[in-house]
């Protein structure tokens, strides 16, 4: 549900733009919600192939419409909270594996709404470059299997667990190798990279590769197990960067979870209570945060005036009433509303950056519109020549 922090940031940059996300980006990329979002706004248009169907404030609207679907009251999350206070002592194994697996919410729920925003459409379709991260768990090949060569585009083999990018690369980003993105649904792919461990169970897909001929049945979780926007850049992104080019990067961020935990606190978490709901998943938060927290600040440097960074902490502080709740599964009313306006509370407090932002989302538009027209006029000025060339009268 915090994917609504993020698409209220985009409906306000495409209000103050007059203009769609697709229209000013040239690669999307991002795990989890983030995926929702950023399948759905170059998803083509039904009618108008050529423009995306959805914009942010479509989105909006999906997250209210279906987040009680996705994530109904959840009457197990406090029997869970007790658990790990029994610490697997009192409880048969069958018992406690019984209940933990109440964890898992219905993912058709979330199946039924995914189709029904994307329908057929294919990766390979988006209006615009896009990369789809999520985390195969392997075995995708048996190992007596002579043909059994799937990898990842990294080069790492798929059968041992891997990260891997779905990616569609369009101009203008750089795809010198001519890399053909997998035939695979955007349904299949965010599926995947919306698999968040404890509250989903893994996806389960096939896709081909028409580079090489082969087909992958993929296992896979949640892309926010190993992508942040450090990782991503090196991963998937910088070397589709045009040579020579200065790339802008803007990360809108679903909010900060990682808060300071006392040394008698984690130790009275026990084993079970370091991934129980009820105290916010302590050890997957670390574990989410850990990497980013390593490499962000070098990012930040390597990137310079080049980097927008939009996100808060969602702990609570001094100053700071009413925050929305660090757990991705709260779809009451309520939340929606403080998702709402702490996007809001983004804005008001980067109000330089947000405008400067959107000064060069539009002029890169520009900037595409005018290597469009110029591309169309020496399409024409040849055709004008060829027909010269052949004694037939100019159109």
Request: net charge neutral; hydrophobic share 40%; glycine share 8%.
């Amino acid at each position: 549900m915090r994917g609504l922090i993020p698409a209220h940031l985009m409906a306000a940059i495409e209000e103050r733009t007059g203009l769609g996300m697709a229209q000013m980006v040239d690669l999307f990329t991002g795990p989890s919600t983030g995926a929702i979002l950023n399948a759905a706004l170059t998803r083509p248009h039904r009618r108008r192939p050529s423009e995306p169907q959805y914009k942010a404030r479509h989105m909006i609207r999906f997250y209210e419409r279906e987040g009680e679907s996705i994530f109904p009251r959840d009457r197990f999350r406090e029997l869970r909270g007790l658990l790990h206070d029994f610490n697997n002592r009192t409880m048969k194994i069958s018992t406690l594996s019984r209940l933990v697996r109440h964890g898992h919410y219905n993912e058709r729920n979330l199946a039924n709404a995914l189709y029904a925003l994307y329908g057929d459409a294919k990766l390979g379709d988006s209006v615009t470059s896009l990369i789809v991260p999520c985390y195969s768990l392997g075995g995708e090949n048996a190992p007596d299997d002579p043909s059994a060569h799937a990898v990842a585009e990294t080069g790492a083999a798929l059968h041992a667990g891997a990260a891997v990018w779905l990616k569609h690369i369009r101009a203008p980003a750089f795809n010198p190798a001519g890399h053909k993105p997998y035939d695979v649904t955007l349904y299949d792919a965010v599926m995947a990279s919306a698999a968040a461990p404890t509250y989903f169970p893994c996806h389960d897909f096939s896709a081909y590769d028409p580079n090489d001929g082969s087909w992958r049945a993929i296992h896979a979780i949640d892309g926010s197990i190993f992508d942040n926007p450090c990782i991503s850049w090196h991963g998937a992104i910088k070397q589709h960067v045009p040579p020579e080019s200065q790339p802008v990067m803007i990360c809108l961020g679903t909010g900060i979870t990682n808060r300071p935990i006392h040394k008698d606190e984690w130790n009275r978490f026990g084993s079970l209570g370091v991934v129980d709901p009820a105290n916010h998943l302590p050890l997957i938060n670390i574990f989410f945060h850990a990497s980013e927290s390593a490499l962000m600040d070098g990012f930040g440097r390597d990137m310079g005036r080049n980097l927008y960074l939009f996100n808060g902490s969602l702990v609570a502080h001094a100053g700071m009433n009413e925050l929305p709740s660090m757990d991705i599964d709260d779809a009451t009313p309520e939340n929606m509303t403080r998702l709402a306006r702490f996007a809001q509370i983004l804005i008001e407090d980067n109000k330089a950056a947000f405008e400067e932002m959107c000064h060069i989302l539009v002029s890169n538009r520009d900037r595409r519109q005018a290597q469009k027209t110029e591309q169309t006029d020496i399409i024409k000025s040849i055709r004008r020549k060829v027909r010269a060339l052949r004694g037939k009268p100019a159109e």
